[in-house]
C-alpha cells in the first residue's frame, strides 16, 4: 500500500503512484494535485455525486442530465435528489442530440449541476462541452463530464473545456480494469 511506511520498497512504491498521476493528468490535460485514482467512471461519478455535490444541492434544485447517459450517470443524481428532496430533469433532446439550444431551453434559476457524457455510449454522438460548461458557468452550474467513451476516442483537455469534474476508466482505453482517474478543478 502506498503512503504506509518510511522504508526503500514503500518510497519506490510512492514514486511510482506520483508519477502514474502525473502520466494521468498530462493525458487530460490537468494539474497532478486534481486527478485522483479510483476504480472507475462509476466511482467516481459517485463519489462527485456524494462528496461533492450533496453537499451544494438543496430542496427544490435540480440536477440535469439526459436521456442518452449510462446507469452509472443517471442512478446517482437520482439518489442525490431523493435525499435532498431536489429534482433530476431530462436536457430536452433535439433529434437525438444534445444541442446548445436544448442546454438553454433546460437550464432554470434552480439548475445547479449538469452531468453529461461527452460522447454518448448510446449513439455515438459527441456534446459541444466547451460551450456548455462556458454556459454552465455563467449560471453558476457545476458541470461534470463522463468521460468513459470520449478519453479512448478523442484528445481531451479538461482545462481548455473547462469542466468542473471529468471521469474515466482505464479498461475503456486498453488498460486493466479497476481503475480509472477522477479529475476536479483544484478550487472544488
Do not use: M
Not at 76 to 103: C, M, R, S
Not at 140 to 165: E, M, R, W, Y
Amino acid at each position: 500500500n502506498a503512503h504506509r511506511g518510511d522504508y526503500h520498497l514503500s518510497y519506490l512504491v510512492d514514486k511510482e503512484i506520483a508519477e502514474a498521476r502525473k502520466d494521468v493528468a498530462s493525458f487530460i490535460g490537468a494539474n497532478d494535485n486534481e486527478v485522483a485514482f479510483i476504480s472507475g467512471t462509476t466511482e467516481g461519478l459517485n463519489i462527485i455525486a456524494n462528496g461533492f455535490v450533496s453537499n451544494i444541492i438543496n430542496e427544490g434544485d435540480e440536477i440535469l442530465i439526459s436521456e442518452l447517459e449510462h446507469a452509472s450517470n443517471v442512478l446517482p443524481w437520482f439518489k442525490i435528489a431523493h435525499q435532498k428532496n431536489a429534482k433530476v430533469k431530462y436536457v430536452e433532446l433535439e433529434g437525438d442530440k444534445i444541442t446548445i439550444d436544448a442546454i438553454k431551453k433546460s437550464i432554470t434559476d434552480k439548475t445547479k449541476v449538469i452531468s453529461l457524457a461527452y460522447i454518448s455510449n448510446v449513439l455515438g454522438y459527441k456534446i459541444d462541452a466547451k460551450e456548455i460548461a462556458k454556459i454552465a458557468h455563467e449560471h453558476n452550474i457545476i458541470f461534470i463530464l463522463d468521460g468513459a467513451q470520449s478519453t479512448p476516442h478523442i484528445k481531451v483537455d479538461v482545462k481548455d473545456i473547462d469542466c468542473d469534474f471529468y471521469v474515466f476508466s482505464a479498461h475503456k482505453l486498453g488498460g486493466p480494469t479497476g481503475i480509472g482517474a477522477l479529475y476536479g478543478k483544484e478550487e472544488h
